[in-house]
């Protein structure tokens, strides 16, 4: 499966993005989907994760702030994160839980303070 993601830019400290990743094929059958997130220097991080049956799975550092959804029909996976803190400045990667597991490209993410 090839993931290619969508939504990132530059916002200020308090705003909102949404994130989209499109699968190439079906995502009904794949069980967990996510988001991760590496800032420069830093190792990549859970972000949020999102099981087929729709159970979710969020970071500390994000939850209440961010939601994660899935659109099987669709083929795709979004983030829609609110009230932006500079700290989640860094590039946002989509995740396919399948073997061997599947990244997107990457999408950058920059908050300004």
């Known amino acids: 499966v090839q993931l290619v993601e969508s939504g990132g830019g530059l916002v200020q400290a308090g705003g909102s993005l949404r994130l989209s990743c499109v699968a190439s094929g079906s995502i009904s059958s794949l069980n967990a989907m996510g988001w991760f997130r590496q800032a420069p220097g830093t190792q990549r991080e859970l972000v949020a994760l999102?099981?087929?049956?729709?159970?979710?799975n969020y970071a500390d550092s994000v939850k209440g702030r961010f939601t994660i959804s899935r659109d099987n029909a669709k083929s795709t996976v979004y983030l829609q994160m609110n009230s932006l803190k500079p700290e989640d400045t860094a590039v946002y990667y989509c995740?396919?839980?399948?073997?061997?597991?599947?990244w997107g490209q990457g999408t950058q993410v920059t908050v300004s303070s």
């Open positions: 995740y396919a839980g399948v073997f061997p597991p599947a």
């Open positions: 999102v099981a087929g049956v729709g159970n979710t």
